[in-house]
């Protein structure tokens, strides 16, 4: 009988980010070797209880409402115990020290003996998430203290890890990115298809982003940046989120109407050919645990443009691998761009673009970040904590 493991995440499939994509990714690879329950939040009221999604059996707690993510951290810990009186988990796995975070340290209480491995994946300012939790304080650092194991997807927060007093294993082991979904090759067809329907014209040229729409990611900048570069350069927004509606108004009221598209959502799967068709990725961040959407452009060996914040600084090494601009500084993003589209620097460009591609292909593949967590699986399932 293979060895079952509990996880517990605030969300999941069908409702994406970063984290629950590594789950997936981890689970798929390592179905063969541990069988895996997961205790998540329902949020959505049209998602079942109980469902078996890829390698995980997935157990919804609430109604589909706002109070869902509290109950998961108060009512988490004692639902997880129930199905460990018949299934016997041999660890716990914590995606963030979040709501499921609560649950999870709640369950560690009660049963010691059980190794408890932390992934910590957050990609907000964390002196906000910190402020956050200030009224629960003591229960909060008990997410990190009662770990066994700390997985970390960047030095940054390998650094915040230790600031709230974990003195067990911290390894770093990014996210990352499945290498076979931006190494397609496509016609010329399929991308003139892309081309006409968001109305590139010959001549010009586009900054590409992928990202939730949110105040962290910086979008605000990357528009108003627009204002210092030639007409010719046109900005692709893929993403959704809840700055939505006041970035389309900045547009507007700076007349660039004419030069943001904006795309909405677009699965990563299908990102290869927007990827393919742009000249640079920009992502002026203000805050980032790691940043996938940084890696996935540079996979396809587009010129990357990210801040110098949180985990950005493990992969984005100005003349190396990527570049990086001020926060908060639309005129550093424009004078970054127009060096990036100068035909002069053509072959500097192509250099970092290059060198970026081959350190993701090295560094960030999902096959190597696997191996990596089997590693730590196979430490704590077959030596369980005191």
């Known amino acids: 009988m293979k060895p079952r493991i509990l996880i517990y995440s605030t969300a999941y499939y069908p409702l994406v980010g970063g984290a629950e994509i590594a789950i997936k990714e981890i689970t798929d690879r390592l179905g063969d070797q541990y069988d895996f329950d997961l205790i998540t939040a329902k949020i959505n009221k049209g998602l079942p209880k ?7 059996t997935v157990y919804r707690l609430g109604w589909g409402t706002f109070l869902d993510k509290p109950w998961l951290a108060f009512q988490g810990g004692k639902f997880g115990l129930r199905l460990h009186q018949k299934n016997s988990y041999k660890m716990i796995w914590s995606m963030m020290a979040s709501y499921g975070g609560f649950a999870a340290s709640a369950f560690k209480a009660k049963q010691p003996t059980v ?17 956050k939790v200030r009224l629960v304080k ?7 203290l009662r770990a066994n194991y700390v997985q970390v997807i960047s030095n940054y927060l390998a650094d915040w890890a230790k600031r709230m007093g974990v003195v ?6 990014p996210n990352g990115v499945d290498l076979n979904n931006f190494e397609l090759q496509m016609t010329s067809e399929e991308l003139g298809t892309i081309d006409k329907r968001l109305n590139k014209k010959e001549g010009d040229r586009v900054i590409i982003t992928t990202s939730r729409l949110v105040k962290k990611n910086g979008l605000s900048d990357l528009i108003q940046s627009l204002v210092f570069m030639s007409d010719e350069v046109k900005l692709w927004i893929l993403g959704v989120g809840p700055e939505e509606k006041s970035l389309k108004k900045l547009v507007v009221g700076l007349g660039l109407t004419s030069r943001v598209v904006w795309l909405g959502f677009i699965d990563n799967t299908q990102l290869l050919p927007y990827l393919k068709e742009a000249d640079v990725f920009v992502r002026p961040s203000l805050s980032e645990g790691l940043g996938n959407s940084f890696l996935e452009a540079m996979a396809v060996g587009l010129p990357t443009v990210g801040t110098a914040v949180g985990g950005i600084v493990d992969f984005l090494k100005p003349n190396e691998t990527g570049w990086l601009v001020k926060v908060r500084d ?7 761009v ?5 035909p002069v620097n053509k072959e500097e460009v192509e250099r970092i673009a290059r060198q970026g591609k081959e350190h993701v292909q090295a560094r960030y593949d999902w096959k190597i970040v696997d191996r990596e967590m089997e590693k ?3 430490k704590l399932v077959h030596s369980p904590s005191q």
């Open 50 to 56: 109980v469902e078996k999604i890829g390698q995980v």
């Open 115 to 131: 190794p408890y491995l932390l992934t910590l994946q957050e990609g907000d300012e964390l002196s906000e998430v910190e402020s």
């Open 138 to 144: 003591k229960q909060f650092k008990n997410i990190f």
């Open 168 to 173: 067990v294993p911290i390894k770093v082991v």
């Open 330 to 336: 639309p005129k550093s993003i424009a004078e970054t």
């Open 338 to 342: 127009n060096f990036i589209l100068d």
């Open 376 to 378: 730590i699986f196979e």
